[in-house]
């Protein structure tokens, strides 16, 4: 069975610094995607940015970019010169190609601090 | 302008009492979504449909039925909510059939008295 880990259950980060949320999974499938989605409170939940497993090259949205290691099935993401609109829930989730379930982390909380 | 609208933001039903909960978007997507979050949780998948091919999650109870008239509206009915049943319910689409799910609404709160 699919699963996915977020290790770290909240996070601080000075605003203009950068912070990397950490994000493993466990799967013995080999095409499959990986997503960061964002929860601020009380809104909407955010797709970030998504990575196929198939490209080795790490996916980059403005300020986020994740750290892909397929062999390690580890999905961090960084967050680059970090804004208080940047304080939220992050989710890490995972899809197996062609199937319509997602699996959730358990999420990360980050803080931005001013 | 939203485009996934979910009604009610809030909604208090009493223990047993049947409630239905109701999304409706405006982008045309074929597949929708409907994802319970409880308390510092992530989200877990209910059902989704596919045009009108509905597809129930295994571990999703049988007191949680859903309803999609049409492309832009979809229902979630619990039959008979128990405590346990209190939570945040997300109602998301997608455009691409085998990609995630894009556009989520605000949720609706469920709480039981």
């Known amino acids: 069975a699919q699963t996915v880990t977020q290790s770290q259950p909240e996070m601080s980060v000075q605003e203009a610094e950068t912070v990397t949320l950490s994000c493993t999974y466990d799967t013995s499938e080999s095409d499959y995607y990986l997503f960061w989605y964002k929860q601020p409170p009380s809104r909407q939940m955010i797709l970030v940015i998504r990575q196929e497993a198939y490209k080795q090259q790490n996916a980059t949205e403005n300020r986020f970019s994740v750290n892909f290691q397929k062999a390690a099935k580890s999905f961090s993401l960084k967050i680059s010169d970090s804004q208080l609109g940047d304080a939220a829930m992050y989710f890490c989730a995972y899809s197996l190609k062609g199937t319509y379930k997602y699996i959730f982390g358990t999420g990360t909380r980050l803080k931005v601090l001013a | 302008d939203a485009m996934v609208i979910q009604n009610p933001r809030y909604q208090v039903t009493q223990f047993g009492k049947p409630v239905t909960l109701s999304c409706s978007q405006t982008l045309n997507h074929n597949v929708m979504y409907w994802y319970q979050q409880k308390s510092s949780q992530a989200p877990k998948l209910l059902f989704h449909y596919y045009d009108k091919d509905f597809n129930n999650e295994a571990d999703t109870p049988d007191n949680f039925q859903s309803r999609r008239p049409n492309t832009s509206f979809c229902f979630l009915d619990i039959r008979s909510p128990g405590l346990g049943d209190a939570a945040m319910y997300l109602c998301?689409?997608?455009?691409?059939?085998?990609?995630?799910?894009?556009?989520f609404g605000d949720g609706t709160r469920l709480s039981i008295l």
């Open positions: 998301a689409t997608s455009e691409d059939p085998s990609g995630p799910p894009q556009h």
